[in-house]
């Protein structure tokens, strides 16, 4: 009888487990009026260990494993979105024209203006969006795993957070 309980118990905790992994999926939300345009690709040949001073910083980069560098231009449209995601490693925004709107998984707005940058670790979950009224264009530079072939990875949005 125990032996019975005991494969009941892991089937409705599977069953459970599938059922929150699809609900997941359902309200993760959709880019809209974005469109990612690749500018390069290349494979890490070497490991990199970068720790230097530079005037007004330092700057410090550690890379192991197998990893590629991918750079995509990408543009969003007035009102668009690029839903709630997060990324298969860290990046690097640099916004060329207009504002982005950055919401992160906190429910914090964050407007990036043309001439500004920003680093993101990628793991944590975020919203780009265009509140203005001419497109926003910058370029994102993505430290990935070899062979990943999109960083964004669709999440659902924050608990709460309803921007």
Known sequence: M???????????????????????????????????????????????????????GSVRIKTEGALDALVLEITLVPGGTGGWHSHAGPLISIVKKGTL???DGRCKRHDIPAGHAVISPGSTEDKTENKGTTPVVWDVT??????????????????????
């Open 142 to 163: 993505f430290l990935i795993p070899h062979g990943v072939t999109s960083p964004p990875i669709d999440q659902p949005a924050p608990a709460g957070c309803t921007a």
């Open 2 to 56: 125990r032996a019975r309980s005991r494969k009941l118990l892991a089937l409705a905790a599977a069953g459970t487990t599938l059922a929150l992994a699809a609900a997941t999926v359902a309200l993760a939300t959709a880019p809209n009026g974005e469109t990612p345009t690749p500018l390069a690709r290349g494979v890490l040949i070497a490991p990199g260990n970068v720790n230097v001073k530079v005037t007004g």
């Open 101 to 103: 709107t950055i919401i």
